[in-house]
């Protein structure tokens, strides 16, 4: 680094910065630094990639059921899957 350089970034770093930098030897570099809820929404949309956003089979089927009147809605299967989910 050239002094002009040095003398720059001595003048712009925080107080106490440059001394802690010196002290342990190291250069110091940027860091980037993701929040757990973006980590969790990268995961997420990982995982859903590679799937097919609509069971395309699965919606025709129960809109067949719902249209004869036979589509059968089972409380006590919903509340157990709800309790799964967040157990």
């Known amino acids: 680094m050239t002094d002009a350089v040095q003398n720059s970034t001595a003048a712009t770093a925080k107080p106490g910065v440059q001394e802690k930098a010196a002290a342990a030897g190291a250069v110091s570099s940027d860091r980037l630094e993701l929040s757990k809820n973006y980590q969790d929404l990268a995961q997420a949309q990982k995982s859903i990639a590679g799937t097919d956003q609509v069971r ?12 004869s009147g036979n589509y059968q809605i089972k409380p006590d299967a919903i509340a157990g899957k709800m ?5």
């Open 56 to 67: 395309t089979e699965k919606v025709q089927q129960i809109k067949n059921q719902l249209d």
């Open 83 to 87: 309790l799964d989910e967040i157990i």
